[in-house]
């Protein structure tokens, strides 16, 4: 046997690393799943035992690996290391069902254990001959049907056909993954040796072959150290990344490179993050498209993991031993949602949420605007225990992105559950936080996108007028769920503040059959309703769309609107209320919201125009001010002016108020024009502005606009 041969990933008993299964390649660049082109051996079985006897390195690490299951496990599946004790159980009492060994113990090796050398506990174990073959005219030395093993070996129990999601969530389909992925297809037309259609070059060897990625593990550096290879030769027959590359074959957990420590011990670097950035180098990238006419930014991740360059990880922590897994399924290697989240705010390193108020290590700003605290947030909420801002304490480099992790638990798109969210302010109406339950994922949003004023606060004295009392930024959960605008106290009580639907979109336990003028059928109210994560994630999130680009707008319809939409507006103008194009929503809809803003603009701009004759303006800081000077929060006629000026910052800081919650958006808008005429609320406004004046539903020219 050769020392390279045990080619299994990671087993049913250890958490998934790097890479995939892989097998060899063929002249034309295909996987061939067996170690050349010519038929396998057939031969016998011999058994474990007889392996054992002569290959002692590699049983030690077989048998501290997970495929020897040295240490036992009990009936229900939770491993116990009691050495080289009986603990008792039958042989295949391991299992709940004894289907279980065809893939545990397929040879029935365990029953071939050598006391005091492999073990005398009888238990499951994947063999050598599980992966080489029968051993029948190795003995001497001959040949093995599977010296180097491929794919189909790894795959006949790491595939699509076997469950294991019960008690290892990551291991389904890892060799559909594989065989799907770019390392499956690492040698290309460019990786080949001038003239030859099957060397490979060593410079691209390091990376794009299994032989060259061992036999250059230790060369890492930028375009002059890579190319410096080619005074090596080429290698031949060469195959495409795959398990072994990355894994130790005979102890799979082990992978390329050990974890780095310091002096004192502590992981710098994790076995994982060395490994996976042996290739995906975290400085001075080879194929950086700056230097490399091959280079392509999705090749790199200096652009998206790291700062300017400097090795500092933004988004990810080398230490931990999931530095890549946390957000990627290595062996699928597919970045498509994460090169979407890259290029969204979520993933800008220079937007401002990354640098503002000292961010990430704020108490007061980093639940939100750094990854690590607003991680621990979620985690409060899912256990039910108190969150508590770890303000300088925060791990990991500043500026914060918002990593995969934070409404991520997963890899595979598991979604951390919070519940409802208790909010920052008190709701409409009440001396009491608001608490909003938009469903699900839509939550995840929520803790971030409710607002962190609200109007009542303004009301309760909660923030003083002379402090900062402003929304905050995208307040678009407060502004669906109603719960954040100032209320004017003393309206027609007629006059109230109404609710929209849609904030139960992407709700599955509501019913739009009864939705007021518009009949659904079954498929529409089902389409609504959605995967019952909420409106956000419905919106925003729309299946079909570039999801991670949290983009309303779509093209996969011809007005550019999520098909969700048409479920109830139509793309016929003959739908009249329900006639919602983009082109009207741009053209129409949003123009009149702008309009709206930008007069309440010139109201507080112009004393002449506005009741108090001064200056009306927003601090810096968030204070509402007239004529430079703080309101003063001891008179009631400043809580109303501060009433009317968060109504008008509140729609300026949801840049899509006029979608989220149209009729709620024009009433608090209505309001405040009419505050700020005159002082008092009448229920009756003039807008000069022919845009604005129809979006707020004039009935004569620009005077008399009535209160919905």
Known sequence: MKDTGLTWIVAAAMLLLLAGCGSNRETDGAISGSDSSAAPLIAATVGLDVCTNCHTGQTIQWLHGAHGNFESIDASHQHIDNGMQNDGFPYYGYFSDESCAECHDPLGDGLRLIAEWTGNVARPV???????????????????????????????CHNDSFSHNAYHPEADHILEDYLASPHASSINDHNYVAGSDSDVSPRCSKCHTDEGGKLYKNVQGDSDVMHSLDTNPAVVDATPVQCRTCHNAHSPKELLFAELTDAGGNIVESSEFRTCTNCHQKETAYHDPATNPYGALGEIITDTHFDDGT?????????????????????????????????????????????????????????????????????????GGTYTAPGSAISGPAPEVIYCTVCHKDNAGGLRSPGKITTHYHAAGTDSYAQIDAVNGSNLCLACHAGKRSGEDIKDGVNAITSRVTSHYLPAGGVVFGQIGYHFDHLDPSLVYTETRHKRIGDASYDWADYPYKTLSAEQVASIQGSGNGPCVACHMAEGTDSHLYSAFTDNTVLGLPDLCYNCHSNDPAAGHYYKSKDYLETEIKAGYLATLAYIENLMADGAQNYTGGVLSIGASG????????????????????????????FKDDHAGYV????????????????????VIDGSITVNDETAAAWLDKDEATVGIQRM
């Open 660 to 679: 989220h919650n149209r009729y709620y958006a024009k009433q608090l808008l209505f309001d405040s024009i009419d505050y700020l005429e005159d002082g």
């Open 126 to 156: 994947i063999g050598c001959e599980s992966c080489h073959g029968g051993g029948q005219y190795h003995n001497g030395i001959g040949p093995l049907p599977y010296a180097n093993p491929g794919a189909a070996q790894c795959g006949q």
């Open 311 to 383: 090795g500092t990880g933004y988004n990810i922590d080398p230490a931990d031993e999931r530095a890549c897994r946390n957000c990627h399924n290595v062996h699928a290697a597919d970045t498509t949602i994460n090169n979407q989240w890259a290029s969204s705010g979520h993933g800008d390193l220079t937007a401002n949420f990354t640098v503002a108020s000292g961010a990430p290590t704020n108490p007061g700003c980093q639940d939100c605007h750094s990854a690590t605290a607003a991680t621990m947030l979620f985690e409060a909420y899912e256990s």
């Open 623 to 650: 204070q509402f001010q007239i004529n430079g000077a703080n309101l003063d929060p001891a008179s009631q006629a400043d809580t109303d002016l501060a009433g009317a000026l968060f109504n008008y910052k509140l």
